[in-house]
C-alpha cells in the first residue's frame, strides 16, 4: 500500500512556473514507477509524466514536452512536477500517481494508486 498527498499548485500567470510535490508514504517507494496526470472540467483525465522507479526513464505528452520536467528523490520518497512557461490550457487538477512496476505507462488504468489531486490555474 501507498498513500499519495501532492501539493504546490496554485494560481500562476501564463508564462510563469510552478513545481509540484507528492510524497509518498511506505518503505518501497522506489520499486514505484511513478505519473503525473491532470483533469480540466469537463474532460477525461490525461497523461501528463511518467518516472520509471530509478529515474532512468521518463515519458511525457506531446503537449508538455520541453516546458515540463518529472524528477524522483528516492530518499524522500518524494516525485516532482517541474512546470515552465505555463499556458491557460495547462488549468486543471493535476493528480500524483504510482504503480508496482518498472515500465512506465501512459493510461490511467494502469496505475493503482491515487492522490487527492492540487488545483493549478494558469490565468492569461
Known amino acids: 500500500q501507498v498513500q499519495l498527498v501532492e501539493s504546490g499548485g496554485g494560481l500562476v500567470q501564463a508564462g510563469g512556473s510552478l513545481r509540484l510535490s507528492c510524497a509518498a508514504s511506505?518503505?518501497?517507494?522506489?520499486?514505484?514507477?511513478m505519473s503525473w496526470f491532470r483533469q480540466a472540467p469537463g474532460k477525461e483525465r490525461e497523461f501528463v509524466a511518467a518516472?520509471?522507479?530509478?529515474?532512468?526513464?521518463?515519458n511525457y505528452a506531446d503537449s508538455v514536452k520541453g516546458r515540463f520536467t518529472i524528477s524522483r528523490d528516492n530518499a524522500k520518497n518524494t516525485v516532482y512536477l517541474q512546470m515552465n512557461s505555463l499556458k491557460p490550457e495547462d488549468t486543471a487538477v493535476y493528480y500524483c500517481?504510482?504503480?508496482?512496476?518498472?515500465?512506465?505507462?501512459?493510461?490511467?488504468?494502469?496505475?493503482?494508486?491515487w492522490g487527492q489531486g492540487t488545483q493549478v490555474t494558469v490565468s492569461s
Open positions: 500517481a504510482a504503480r508496482v512496476s518498472t515500465i512506465v505507462a501512459n493510461t490511467p488504468v494502469a496505475y493503482g494508486y
Open positions: 518516472l520509471s522507479p530509478s529515474g532512468g526513464s521518463t
Open positions: 511506505g518503505r518501497t517507494f522506489s520499486s514505484y514507477a
